[in-house]
């Protein structure tokens, strides 16, 4: 019965994901829309900054667009914005590239003005979740969002793992040695198929990492600080080691080739990013660790980074229909 009644819920999850949850009535020449999810529109953009920062300026809401338009959404279609008499309040967004691969589906962004919305926001990202052929859903949740982390339990989801940001003055982290006749890769001349195949290898055992393809990576890269930012070969060719950091210092993705570790090579490239960060002015550098991501851990506390805040995760198990 549990499972048929599993089955019964994807089936109606697919026909919601049809028929995009919306449904408008039209009276006379005006359409009304009814509470619920919809398809992300750019002219809610401004009232969903909001939810983030009370009084969003230009960046602010630049960041938001960028990350509901992100490649690893759909360029938006993985996104649905929750509607209350017509009006944005909240949105939610996921990343399904992983789910071929373990079965892991990330919801995220997920802001609501109030429980309603996010209560109906979790309900159509496990809907969507069950759509995709996801086994888990993760979702995180700052110290500060109380309700988030209360409505989150509300729905099955357990505590999985934090998220820990560290931060490290520029200054502090000492130039090292990379390994002798490694060179670095110029990014116009990156082979980003090679580049994704390491990132694969490096990240295969780390919790919470979607898949990049090529072409995501080489958008990251392109995006990111040409001069911080690193990808080494050794001599034979082949990629080694790498580092992905953006203008204003946070360290997005660190990854040495299982053979190689050991060696002081991500310590050697944070030295190098250091470097370039501070000739321009920037005095710290940032990285989002696991907690349960002892090597790392152990590698950013070693150059002086200090947990700033934490997030945490929580997971979503559903059943597997027959």
Not at 6 to 33: E, T
Not at 159 to 184: C, G, N, Q, V, Y
Not at 252 to 279: H, N
Request: hydrophobic letters at 45%.
């Amino acid at each position: 019965m549990r499972h048929c009644l599993n089955s019964c819920c994807n089936r109606r999850a697919k026909g919601l994901s049809r028929q995009n949850s919306n449904v408008m009535i039209l009276l006379f020449s005006g359409k009304i829309m009814h509470n619920g999810p919809y398809r992300y529109e750019e002219r809610w953009l401004r009232v969903l900054a909001a939810l983030r920062a009370p009084k969003p300026d230009a960046g602010q809401i630049d960041d938001l667009r960028n990350l509901l338009n992100d490649p690893m959404r759909g360029n938006g279609e993985q996104v649905r914005v929750w509607l209350e008499r017509g009006k944005a309040a909240g949105v939610v967004g996921w990343v399904a590239a992983n789910v071929p691969r373990n079965g892991e589906l990330y919801g995220g962004p997920l802001l609501a003005a109030n429980r309603p919305a996010l209560d109906g926001l979790i309900e159509t990202l496990l809907q969507e979740a069950a759509v995709a052929g996801a086994r888990f859903v993760h979702v995180s949740a700052a110290d500060t969002e109380q309700g988030k982390h209360a409505a989150l339990l509300a729905h099955g989801f357990q505590p999985h793992f934090d998220f820990l940001t560290l931060s490290a003055p520029s200054a502090a982290i000492l130039p090292r040695p990379m390994p002798k006749e490694w060179k670095r890769v110029e990014t116009m001349a990156v082979d980003w198929t090679r580049l994704a195949a390491l990132f694969a290898r490096c990240f295969a055992e780390v919790p919470h990492v979607p898949y990049h393809s090529p072409e995501k990576l080489r958008e990251d890269w392109l995006s990111a600080d040409d001069a911080a930012s690193q990808v080494w070969a050794a001599p034979d060719g082949s990629y080694r080691a790498f580092l992905l950091a953006c203008a204003a210092g946070q360290v997005e993705a660190v990854g040495v080739d299982p053979r190689d570790t050991g060696q002081g090579i991500a310590a050697a490239m944070y030295a190098v990013a250091a470097i370039a960060l501070q000739s321009r002015g920037i005095e710290a550098m940032e990285a989002l660790v696991a907690d349960c991501n002892a090597g790392s851990l152990a590698l950013h506390r070693k150059l002086g980074f200090v947990e700033t805040c934490r997030r945490h995760v929580y997971r979503h198990t559903l059943a597997v229909p027959i």
